[in-house]
């Protein structure tokens, strides 16, 4: 139970936070980007079972490789990307706490 709160809590409320913290002006739009990285989710898919509550994500599903992760590192370098890199970094900092805490 702790753990998909704080798993859960990472993915919907540091993003919440960021936003609010950082883009006051346009907040529910950053918040909106950043929560999309929740999208990089759809690997599990590929995933046989597709759920498995003893698996790590990290390094597992390919948008979960330490490949995709040095790309979503990259994203926060341009402005114009830097709320999708946000978003992505802060999904697989949630998906890092979560292996942590099993």
């Known amino acids: 139970m702790l753990q998909s709160i704080i798993h859960y809590g990472i993915h919907f409320g540091l993003p919440l936070v960021v936003a609010i913290?950082?883009?006051?002006?346009?907040?529910?739009k950053a918040y909106g980007?950043?929560?999309?990285?929740?999208?990089?989710?759809?690997?599990?898919?590929?995933?046989?079972?597709i759920f498995d509550p003893t698996r790590c994500s990290i390094n597992f599903?390919?948008?979960?490789?330490?490949?995709?992760?040095?790309?979503?590192?990259?994203?926060?370098?341009?402005?114009?990307?830097?709320?999708?890199?946000?978003g992505l970094s802060i999904h697989i900092i949630a998906d890092t706490a979560d292996c942590w805490l099993m």
């Open 21 to 28: 913290v950082f883009y006051k002006s346009y907040w529910l």
């Open 33 to 49: 980007i950043m929560i999309l990285g929740i999208l990089i989710d759809l690997d599990h898919l590929l995933a046989n079972p």
């Open 61 to 86: 599903h390919p948008l979960h490789s330490y490949y995709a992760i040095a790309l979503y590192l990259l994203l926060l370098v341009p402005k114009k990307t830097r709320l999708m890199g946000l």
